[in-house]
């Protein structure tokens, strides 16, 4: 159980385009979604944690206007990257959690995204 | 403001050998501590999940202890094999009800494991 599908796995994008990545909870309801960003060789960045029907908080430094998170249900969230730039080109994962506190994180299989 | 380190960054051992990676944190007011995997590219694989109330998990050659007075968690690898070979995570939930759940991770391990 807990599985978190994250699609597409790669995309490739034209400078100034938006780019949108789901992050579906398979057999689970996930009430807080995490949106995380990774550059090579580091280690994960928390960018937004998002809730269902509310707004997403961001962490500091991170452009809300920019990466839009839409969480409108309890088994999907939606990162959209809008006006991409060669420098938003990195790898991005989503995780989720259910109910309970006890239970730990999934990990979606993670999105390469390349302005080009 | 909690931080978490991994060390060490990287290591590379013989197949078969045990080996232990280390993680600390600064705050030990956690939630919870979770062990992940990182292959190349891919997502996150958990692979134990301590609660703080908790000292050691274990999953089949892995095992993983807490000791949250001393900020510190070991995962152990028993018999390593070249499939073993990956980046490993830890990361804390801490605590608070203004924490909205969210994990810090450590820098990670990057372990190569030779036939």
């Known amino acids: 159980g807990a599985v978190v599908s994250q699609h597409p796995s790669r995309v490739i994008c034209k400078s100034g385009t938006s780019v949108k990545i789901e992050c579906r909870s398979l057999?689970?309801?996930?009430?807080?979604m995490f949106w995380y960003r990774q550059f090579p060789k580091q280690s994960l960045m928390l960018m937004a944690t998002s809730n269902e029907g509310s707004k997403a908080t961001y962490e500091q430094g991170v452009e809300k206007d920019k990466f839009l998170i839409n969480h409108a249900s309890l088994t999907l969230s939606t990162l959209t990257v809008t006006s991409a730039h060669p420098e938003d080109s990195s790898f991005y994962i989503c995780s989720a959690s259910a109910w309970g506190r006890e239970l730990g994180y999934t990990f979606g299989s993670g999105t390469r995204l390349t302005v080009v | 403001k909690q931080e978490v380190t991994q060390i060490p960054a990287a290591l590379s051992v013989p197949e078969g050998e045990n080996l232990v990676l280390n993680c600390s944190f600064t705050d030990s007011a956690i939630y919870n501590l979770q062990w992940f995997r990182q292959d190349p590219g891919k997502g996150l694989t958990s692979l134990l999940l301590?609660?703080?109330?908790?000292r050691e998990q274990t999953s089949g050659r892995l095992n993983a202890s807490l000791d949250k007075s001393s900020g510190r968690s070991t995962l152990y690898i028993a018999a390593s094999q070249p499939g073993d070979s990956a980046t490993y995570l830890c990361?804390?939930?801490?605590?608070?009800?203004?924490?909205?759940?969210?994990?810090?991770f450590g820098q990670g391990t990057t372990l190569q494991v030779k036939p």
């Open positions: 057999d689970f309801q996930a009430t807080t």
């Open positions: 990361a804390v939930r801490n605590t608070g009800s203004s924490n909205t759940g969210k994990l810090i």
């Open positions: 301590i609660q703080s109330s908790q």
